[in-house]
């Protein structure tokens, strides 16, 4: 086990699950944070993590009560993101949640006040903004490269988790749903770009009442009972005057939008997937042939996962480290419980539309988060430099 440093951020991890593996790998990338302590209600798993990352393994309540550990990595499933953040923040203990924040915008605000009355930090993810074509979309955006924003699109399609997550039915609950679960990627880059959401207005409906497992695992072969809409449109109404169509859906097999494009007064920008940190931004001025922005040789940009053979970015725990610095310099973090609570009460807002079938106001007023500059964004890597093997 490597030697404590003082200076840096103790990370304890909360939930040892798929995802844990991206966050847990990458977190050696960065200067300023230090992997801990794990936990998991399932103690083999916390095991199982603790030893390929030689770290200490401890049951929640212990690894909340530790004294090594500074921030609270929540990695939980989403129905268990509340009650874990607001223990850790009970705790004294900053912490950086996976999305949603939580599954209720109100317990979302609970967990954005009490940290604030606390005076400690709550971050969120999608850090993906943070990434090497965000900063750039977020960099032309602000240089006026399209003007201002008039209207676009927005697409999150496709078949759903079943056929490859062993135990997909969290993802088909309330709380769960195509909206809930992609939508923060899509809604955290709308807001990053063009400010605060006013209202909205969606329909909701579902492609299938029940779905088969078809994934290796526990659950092959056998059904569920579909709890939440999976085809969701719905029109945002940004504060700006923008107004996009967002649609995310878990019942389509094959598409050809684009995850992401802005039209404006001077010209329109597209975007790749805002899931991963990398990938192609492209801009045309006035209606000229696309300028493409390519990401590899950015920060944040170059293709590292899947590890065994690379076809994206991803770099999640960028917004741990973001977190950490902005601990030191007392600043805000910029993928924020702020943000992230919006985002929240955007897809609620979504849902909420999509039963009543009128438009539902957007009431929390959130800024855009500050642009992540080249220089601080290379700077929040360690000596390693980016690279790991
Ligand atoms: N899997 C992905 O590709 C992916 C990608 C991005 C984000 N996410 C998000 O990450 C989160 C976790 O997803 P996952 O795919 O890793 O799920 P998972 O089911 O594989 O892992 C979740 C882990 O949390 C543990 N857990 C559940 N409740 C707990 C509690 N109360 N206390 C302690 N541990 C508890 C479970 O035992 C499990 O090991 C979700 O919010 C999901 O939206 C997942």
Redesign the pocket.
């Known amino acids: 086990m490597h030697g404590r440093s003082k200076t840096k951020l103790g990370v304890g991890v909360?939930?040892?699950?798929?995802?844990?593996m991206t966050y847990l790998r990458n977190a050696a990338l960065f200067g300023e944070v230090e992997l801990r302590a794990c936990?998991?209600?399932?103690p083999d798993?916390a095991a199982l993590r603790a030893s390929e990352y030689d770290i200490r393994a401890l049951s929640?309540d212990a690894l909340l009560a530790d004294a090594e550990i500074d921030l609270v990595l929540n990695?939980?499933?989403?129905a268990?993101?509340f009650?874990?953040s607001f223990s850790a923040l009970s705790a004294g203990k900053h912490v950086f949640t996976?999305?949603p924040l939580a599954t209720s915008a109100s317990d979302g605000r609970r967990l954005v006040a009490e940290a604030a009355e606390r005076g400690l930090l709550l971050g969120s993810?999608p850090d993906t903004f943070l990434g090497a074509a965000g900063r750039r979309a977020r960099r032309l955006m602000d240089e006026g490269a399209i003007g201002r924003a008039v209207t676009g699109t927005a697409f999150m399609m496709g078949r759903g988790m079943e056929h490859w997550h062993p135990?997909p039915q969290f993802y088909y609950q309330p709380g769960g749903g195509p909206v809930f679960?992609m939508g923060p990627y899509y809604l955290t880059m709308l807001v990053n770009l063009l400010g605060p959401v006013a209202r909205v207005m969606a329909m909701a409906t579902r492609g299938q009442e029940e779905r088969l497992i078809t994934a290796e695992g526990p659950y092959r072969n056998t059904s569920f009972k579909v709890g939440t809409p999976t085809n969701v449109l719905s029109l945002l109404e940004f504060r700006s005057g923008a107004t996009i169509t967002f649609g995310a859906s878990w019942d389509v097999f094959r598409h050809s939008n684009h995850p992401i494009e802005l039209h404006g007064t001077e010209g329109s920008l597209r975007l790749p997937d805002p899931d991963t940190f990398g990938g192609t931004v492209s801009l045309s001025e006035r209606g000229a042939d696309w300028a493409d922005f390519p990401s590899e040789s950015e920060p944040y940009g170059a293709r590292n996962w899947p590890f065994a053979a690379p076809d994206r970015a991803n770099y999640r725990m960028l917004g741990v480290a973001d977190l950490s610095r902005a601990l030191t310099t007392g600043r805000k973090p910029r993928a924020s419980g702020d943000l992230a609570l919006h985002v929240l009460e955007i897809m609620e807002a979504i849902l909420a539309s999509g039963e009543s079938r009128e438009s539902v106001a957007v009431n929390t007023k959130v800024g855009q988060p500050p642009l992540l500059g080249e220089d601080e964004a290379a700077s929040l890597l360690g000596d390693i430099g980016g690279n790991l093997t």
């Open positions: 909360v939930g040892c699950g798929n995802i844990s936990a998991d209600i399932s798993m929640v990695l939980t499933i989403p268990a993101h009650d874990i996976e999305k993810a135990n679960d």
